[in-house]
């Protein structure tokens, strides 16, 4: 197996290998080419070693630092044709270790055919996950969880999951997860995690044309996210309480199937009519919020790959943050910027609210006036189901995702964007 040596220069490519180029080859291997620490240039340069067929490669001499090294792992990674990496000893390796062990745990999840990552299985999967790294890092009996599935879900209320999920052979599950390293019961929160884990989404009634259902099995990325970010705070030394709730179902056709016109009662006593099927995340989510908020976290934070409208204002080049609480998205920010990694705020505002009303309940689970900013609707039909939803609460619509296409920096596929942010918002309160 032959391994191609790899160089960091910051010295520009002699002018044979073309304008700007930040790629060049010699007898010694091949030289990325950039300012330093410049880790976007990495990127796409590992990026490009891939795209020509290289897939065993070896990261050599000077400049490979923590973050020089996870840039090129993130343009090197791909699904097929996975190659390897050899990295040089890093001064914080433990640090690379977690991010490449939580970043591999949640892509996979993600990339993972709905056919064998049915709504129990990811929630198994999920705790499962949680459980080994607390036992790794915060030591063993710091985690409690319960998954809650099938019809015990609809006996205990959680109308949401159960209407969205019932539709299919493969019934809905809640996990309820609890990480205490205090090892007090009565210990505080800090903050509650929720995601929406739709394993496969048709649309229901509201059906998908086949190009936009192609991916629906990446629709649970927003609990992959939220899961691999607790993870990776847990990794980090996390020491205080953080409970994960994440809803998980299919939305599939039968005749079971929640239907257009349906009315939903939630424990809140908040009535949503169902305008859409295929509008189901929100309808999720507001089960796992209702149970955040009962709590009395910090701080609440949801993750969803919730509107195709988040997507079309930043593309799959971001995740889109929408708050009230302007100190929280601050806080989210600077997290986002120490890590490197790209969020981008869209607006959340009380008109917002006025804007998802229905003749038949209290809110409709889509728009109901003629033009409307869909992400933040679909934020304003979520905030129904948070007491003080003003504060202390963050809607994160993760549209980076997936990457259906590849781009200079990504291969086609789970990104893993969000789980060092997340991870740096817990572990610095």
């Known amino acids: 197996m032959t391994t191609m040596q790899i160089y960091l220069s910051t010295q520009p490519a002699a002018e044979v290998w ?43 001499g000077d400049g490979w630092g923590l973050e020089e090294c996870w840039a090129f792992h993130q343009g090197f990674v791909s699904v097929k044709n996975t190659g390897s990496i050899a990295f040089p000893a890093l001064e914080n390796q433990a640090e690379f270790d977690a991010r490449l062990a939580c970043s591999t745990f949640t892509r996979e999840l ?29 030591g063993k009996g710091k985690v409690s969880f319960e998954i809650v599935a099938r019809e015990a879900l609809k006996e205990r209320g959680y109308s949401g999951i159960w209407a969205v999920g019932k539709g299919s052979a493969n019934l809905p599950a809640m996990l309820q997860l609890d990480f205490n390293p205090t090892g007090n019961p009565d210990a505080p929160v800090l903050a509650c995690l929720v995601g929406k884990g739709i394993t496969f989404d048709t649309g229901g009634y509201s059906l998908k044309p086949s190009e936009g ?34 809803c998980c179902a299919e939305n599939m056709v039968s005749s079971r199937a929640f239907k257009l016109g349906d009315i939903i009662t939630y424990r809140n006593g908040v009535t949503a009519e169902v305008l859409n099927t295929d509008a189901e995340g929100r309808l999720v989510l ?7 908020d009962k709590q009395n976290p910090q701080f609440i934070v949801d993750c969803a790959t919730l509107t195709g409208a988040a997507k079309i204002a930043v593309g799959n080049d971001y995740h889109s943050i929408l708050s009230m609480d302007d100190n929280l998205v601050a806080d989210l920010v600077a997290a986002a910027k120490a890590e490197n990694e790209p969020f981008w705020r869209l607006p959340f505002e009380e008109l917002h609210r006025s804007q998802i009303i229905s003749s038949f309940a209290d809110i409709a689970n889509t728009s109901t006036v003629p033009v ?32 259906k296409t590849a781009s200079d920096l990504w291969a086609v596929g789970a990104t893993g964007i969000g789980i060092k942010t997340l991870a740096n918002l817990l572990t610095s309160k």
């Open 18 to 60: 073309g304008k700007n180029a930040i790629l060049s080859v010699s007898d010694q291997g091949m030289t990325v080419h950039g300012e330093k620490n410049a880790l976007t240039t990495i990127q796409k340069a590992a990026r490009k070693i891939k795209n020509q067929g290289i897939l065993n490669v070896s990261l050599a």
């Open 110 to 138: 993600i990339n993972e055919p709905s056919e064998t990552l049915t709504p129990e299985a990811l929630a198994h999967k999920a705790a499962e996950f949680i459980v080994h790294q607390a036992d790794k890092f915060a």
């Open 213 to 246: 259902m192609s991916t629906m099995r990446t629709d649970m990325g927003g609990a992959a996210l939220v899961t691999g970010a607790l993870g990776m705070a847990i990794a980090r030394g996390l020491k205080q309480r953080v409970k994960l709730y994440l």
């Open 286 to 292: 507001a089960d796992g919020l209702i149970e955040a």
């Open 372 to 403: 409307a900013a869909g992400a933040s609707t679909a934020t304003a039909f979520l905030s129904y189901f948070v007491k003080n939803y003003q504060q202390n609460w963050l809607h994160i619509d993760c549209s980076a995702t997936f990457r």
